[in-house]
């Protein structure tokens, strides 16, 4: 018995193949997403999601998850599995925790753009270079104030908030003195406690 090869369109992903099956007209790679996500409307959902520019923050995740996954439930798996279809449909960009860490990432990738001969204040390096709030925003700092902002290295800016850590455990008061308060007004302070 003679196979016919016929060449197939996925009505997901647009990919034209040959297969002798004309039953089953999705690629392999739409066929394992129509499984994970429900239907071609997650399917399609997802590649859509992939091609979104930038982060994709944790609101945007569990929406898509309580919309499209078979339990209609955010669990651990559920996130893992978003991700690593994510990333098989071609996203190459960041995962994020929450809003706040979308709109930290804007304003930093914001003020690289607009100082981009900028070196490491600590070393002088031009690599992988990170803003860095001199009073931290959990901590009452601005976050787009360029008195509070200084280019460090990834190396550098790691040193630095365990440095902050230190002096501030070490003082009268102790972390708790400025923990999970906005306190700008305590800016001066702040500053002024950590030598700058």
């Given at each position: 018995m003679a196979w016919t090869k016929v060449s197939l369109v996925c009505p997901i992903c647009g990919y034209t193949r040959i297969s002798t099956n004309p039953t089953h007209p999705y690629c392999r790679r739409c066929a394992k997403y129509r499984k994970t996500w429900g239907n071609d409307e997650g399917a399609r959902a997802l590649l859509k999601l992939a091609k979104m520019p930038g982060p994709i923050d944790?609101?945007?995740?569990?929406?898509?998850?309580?919309?499209?996954?078979?339990?209609?439930?955010?669990?651990?798996?559920?996130?893992?599995?978003?991700?690593?279809?994510?990333?098989?449909?071609?996203?190459?960009?960041?995962?994020?925790?929450t809003r706040q860490d979308f709109v930290l990432q804007t304003a930093n990738r914001r003020y690289k753009e607009s100082h981009p001969n900028e070196r490491c204040r600590c070393c002088d390096a031009t690599d992988n270079l990170e803003a860095h709030h001199i009073v931290p925003l959990k901590w009452g700092g601005a976050m787009e104030d360029e008195n509070n902002i200084e280019m460090l290295c990834r190396t550098c800016h790691r040193k630095e908030h365990r440095r902050i850590v230190s002096v501030i455990r070490t003082s009268h008061g102790g972390v708790e003195r400025f923990r999970n308060h906005w306190l700008a007004d305590k800016a001066d302070e702040f500053r002024q406690l950590i030598g700058r």
């Open positions: 944790i609101d945007t995740r569990k929406e898509f998850i309580r919309k499209y996954a078979t339990s209609h439930t955010v669990t651990a798996k559920n996130m893992s599995t978003l991700r690593a279809s994510l990333r098989s449909a071609g996203y190459t960009g960041r995962f994020v925790h």
